[in-house]
């Protein structure tokens, strides 16, 4: 249980344009999810929490016009990267908060796969 | 500085031990958790323990934690080759389920 998809697990962009990243809780709802950035070799940098049905919560540095996040149901949160530049090359990856009943609060978080964006 | 800190390489030998250590700044963090990422794969949740607990022990995992010093480990026992992955230990902020990840340990074991 409690898996998270994402898709599309890797993608090319030329410059300038726009791309969507998904994530979906396969087998649970998930009120909040995260996004995450991660270089090569370097941890993973929190961009924003997806919140459902209300605006997302962005960390500092992080640009919400470029990285535009849409968590319209509760089981599918969006990232679209808007105008995207080879500066944004990276691994994103996203997350779901679940509940382990056996250890309630623990809010364990699930991940997806991620998505490698290339942008040429 | 870093709020998780984690030295960056550790290598081994088949069957030896892994001992991967983790070093935190908030005191007010009530989950701790070990995640483990294969290359070119998301994170995998290997364990988690809870702030008031000094020990959990999932079959070759051992988690210790000192709460004082504010220091995590994650012991792995008769280490494998396909255990070779990078780990990342971090650390829960506040109620939200907002995760602080340090900057990963590099475990190559060596058959």
């Known amino acids: 249980g409690a898996v998270v998809s994402q898709h599309p697990s890797w993608v090319i962009c030329k410059s300038g344009t726009s791309v969507k990243i998904e994530c979906r809780s396969l087998d649970f709802q998930a009120t909040t999810m995260f996004w995450y950035r991660q270089f090569p070799k370097q941890s993973l940098m929190l961009m924003a929490t997806?919140?459902?049905?209300?605006?997302?919560?962005?960390e500092q540095g992080v640009e919400k016009d470029k990285f535009l996040i849409n968590h319209a149901s509760l089981t599918l949160s969006t990232l679209t990267v808007t105008s995207a530049h080879p500066e944004d090359s990276s691994f994103y990856i996203c997350?779901?908060?679940?509940?382990?009943?056996?250890?309630?609060?623990?809010?364990?978080?699930?991940f997806g796969a991620g998505s490698r964006l290339t942008v040429l | 500085g870093e709020d998780v800190e984690q030295s960056l390489f550790l290598s081994v030998r088949e069957g030896d031990s892994s001992v991967i250590n983790c070093t935190y700044t908030?005191?007010?963090?009530?989950?701790l958790y070990w995640y483990k990422q294969e290359p070119g794969a998301g994170l995998q949740l290997l364990t988690y323990i809870f702030s008031n607990m000094d020990m959990k022990q999932d079959q070759r995992l051992t988690v210790l934690l000192n709460k004082k010093d504010k220091h995590l480990s994650l012991r792995i026992a008769d280490t494998q080759t396909g255990d070779s992955a990078i780990y990342f230990c971090?650390?829960?902020?506040?109620?939200?389920?907002?995760?602080?990840f340090g900057q990963g340990t590099e475990l190559s074991v060596k058959p």
């Open positions: 997350s779901a908060r679940y509940e382990d009943y056996g250890v309630p609060g623990a809010n364990v978080l699930t």
């Open positions: 908030d005191s007010s963090s009530t989950y």
């Open positions: 997806s919140n459902e049905g209300s605006k997302a919560t962005y």
């Open positions: 971090a650390e829960r902020k506040g109620q939200g389920g907002k995760l602080i």
